[in-house]
């Protein structure tokens, strides 16, 4: 599982406060990909960014931006730490948390995998 | 793309077949009207067959997909697609799920939409027993991960309640699942997003055509073949919002 769809998951369990989900990562690895800066020019407008950057930095990388920088599409160095996290991380082991209180449900991502499953009394 | 699925995968995984390879036909010469960077979601992916090779073909005409999203309900087809995925180099994730659950995919939305559903018409009886494996599937996998069995352990432990039957058991018309996702799918897809479905003739194809219509999209057939005494067909919607 990689960044890219940890920006999509959310707990199905409530209906608020659902997202985004807290990670805890044990195992990731780095499979690279080519970097092409018009595919993921394309792609910034369709992340949640705040959620991406909270997420990155809570996961150590202290220095991602916490705003789309301006002339985004000429700063090479920030495109390059985003195709980094967002296509080449891959997240093997570890889990994800409703971030709600109340709920605290865990989703664990094994195999590189994450089970978003509820059980039937949870639905 | 090369599928490999092991011993246990053979049995636990629905292995690509005539529909399969109908579906897949389809979507080679549909490629060329595909978004550039479009994000690809396809439910009940199984082995990986068709986003695969749809994710393969984008890469090779240098229109990579931004994102290549496989849903299936089945671990072991998680599993299984992931590892070819890899073998094969082709860039894609896989999440567990049962349909569209614990999916945001409100802002991002969907380009392109596959689904191969089980469309096998069956009876109650039928439908009934997949919902009881996919319970003691999901039992076992909290007890294995709770056991803190992990990797191929877990993965070996998952696979003893097999969930085949769930990949073509369609219930009421072939329809119990279909029906669910499409209810789902259409409020998710983007200004000229495409559906691509799989259907048999027993399947309530005109009761879907005009589902699509009065959500706005327009319906095309794509391919008809009969194998034995089915008949297969591919349909495309496209989303004229």
Redesign the interface.
């Known amino acids: 599982m990689r960044l890219l769809v940890h920006n999509l998951l959310m707990c199905n369990k409530c209906d608020k406060n659902n997202y985004p989900l807290k990670i805890e990562v044990n195992k990731s690895v780095i499979m690279e990909l080519e970097f092409k800066k018009d595919a993921i020019l394309k792609l910034i407008p369709k992340l949640d960014f705040e959620v991406l950057s909270n997420t990155v930095r809570e996961l150590g990388f202290k220095q991602f931006p916490k705003q789309i920088p301006p002339n985004v599409d000429q700063d090479l160095v920030f495109l390059k730490d985003l195709h980094r996290v967002l296509f080449e991380t891959h997240i093997m082991d570890g889990q994800l948390t409703c971030p709600n209180p109340s709920c605290k449900r865990n989703y664990p991502i094994t195999n590189g995998i994450p089970n978003m499953i509820l059980t039937e009394d949870e639905q | 793309m090369k599928i490999t699925l092991n011993k246990t995968e053979y049995k636990n995984v629905y292995v690509p077949n005539d529909d399969s390879y109908l579906f897949l036909d389809a979507l080679k010469e549909e490629i060329q009207y595909f978004p550039?960077?479009a994000?690809v979601v396809e439910m009940g992916c199984g082995s990986g067959i068709l986003i695969g090779n749809v994710s393969k073909l984008l890469q090779e005409q240098n229109n990579?997909a931004?994102?290549c999203?496989g849903i299936d309900?089945n671990?072991d087809a998680?599993?299984a697609s992931?590892r070819i995925m890899?073998e094969n180099q082709i860039?894609f994730?896989?999440?567990?799920?049962?349909g569209f659950?614990?999916?945001?995919?409100d802002?991002?939305?969907i380009d392109i939409f596959i689904f191969n559903p089980p469309y096998v018409p069956t009876e109650d009886e039928e439908v009934e027993r997949c919902k009881k494996y996919f319970?003691e599937k999901?039992?076992l996998?909290?007890q294995a991960?709770a056991n803190n069995l992990?990797?191929q352990d877990?993965?070996e432990e998952v696979a003893k309640v097999n969930l085949i039957d769930c990949s073509y058991s369609g219930g009421k018309d072939g329809m119990e699942v279909t029906w669910k996702i499409l209810e789902k799918v259409t409020k998710l897809m983007n200004a000229n997003g495409i559906i691509y479905l799989f259907v048999i003739q027993d399947n309530p194809i005109n009761e879907i055509i005009a589902f699509f219509k009065a959500k706005g999209f327009e319906g095309y057939i794509l391919k008809k073949q009969q194998k034995y005494n089915e008949i297969q067909l591919i349909l495309k919607f496209v989303y004229n919002k």
Not at chain 2, 93 to 98: F, L
Not at chain 2, 101 to 105: D, I, N, V
Request: proline share 0%; charged share 15%.
């Open positions: 550039q960077n994000i990579r931004l994102m999203v309900i671990y998680c599993i992931s890899q860039y994730d896989c999440i567990n799920s049962n659950e614990g999916l945001a995919l802002k991002s939305g319970k999901q039992q996998f909290a991960y992990r990797g877990l993965i």
